[in-house]
T-cell receptor, first 116, second 114 residues
């Protein structure tokens, strides 16, 4: 595809439900990042993959959050037993290099998760 | 689309005015900064970047100024247009072992009236 694609665009979950958010990065991009953006805030780093290896998961807020990229392309962010504080936009970015900077990195449109 | 800018600092300007958006960063060791534009319902879009060995960089209608002494960045937009209305974030690079990530500021909403 032409850019980073995320699905679904919108997700409403009942508290306690598990959700899975998908990111299709630009083909061939080595790096994949997940960010969480609460309403009225800047994006906050969650986790980083270099190919299929998850090199950094320091931003994941709790053990209810899990991310994978098993074949080094598509990534899934899973949230178990969702809580209201998980409501946010989840952004995925991919990069041809090993950093999210410059014109080599692109963000998807995000998935807006609302937990009710 | 949905607003990403509730409760953000807001700058309101008239079309044709010049806009200046400011940002303070925290890490004096940061050596690379980016300004992003985020329109409602979209992901952040790269505008312009600057390395710490520079104090000014110009793009098309945009200029970024870096003052390392006071850890301050600004984004200047010339002849602001309604299409410039969006939330603007500055971000600083965080170095790790073998990769880098970005730390974003809180953002400023720019509203341009025709």
């Amino acid at each position: 595809g032409a850019g980073v694609s995320q699905s679904p665009r919108y997700k409403v979950a009942k508290r306690g439900q598990d959700v899975a958010l998908r990111c299709d990065p630009i083909s061939g991009h080595v790096s994949l990042f997940w960010y969480q953006q609460a309403l009225g805030q800047g994006p906050e780093f969650l986790t980083y993959f270099q190919n299929e290896a998850q090199l950094d998961k320091s931003g994941l807020p709790s053990d209810r959050f899990f991310a994978e990229r098993p074949e080094g392309s598509v990534s899934t962010l899973k949230i178990q037993r969702t809580q209201q504080e998980d409501s946010a936009v989840y952004l995925c970015a991919s990069s041809s290099g090993t950093g999210v900077f410059g014109t080599e990195a692109f963000f998807g449109q995000g998935t807006r998760l609302t937990v009710v | 689309g949905e607003s990403v800018g509730l409760h953000l600092p807001t700058l309101s300007v008239q079309e044709g005015d010049n806009s200046i958006i400011n940002c303070a960063y925290s890490n004096s060791a940061s050596d690379y900064f980016i300004w992003y534009k985020q329109e409602s319902g979209k992901g952040p879009q790269f505008i312009i970047d600057i390395r710490s060995n520079m104090d000014k960089r110009q793009g098309q209608r945009v200029t970024v100024l870096l003052n390392k002494t006071v850890k301050h960045l600004s984004l200047q937009i010339a002849a602001t247009q309604p299409g410039d209305s969006a939330v603007y974030f500055c971000a600083e690079k965080e170095e790790n072992s073998g990769y880098s990530t970005l730390t974003f500021g809180k953002g400023t909403m720019l509203l341009v009236s025709p």
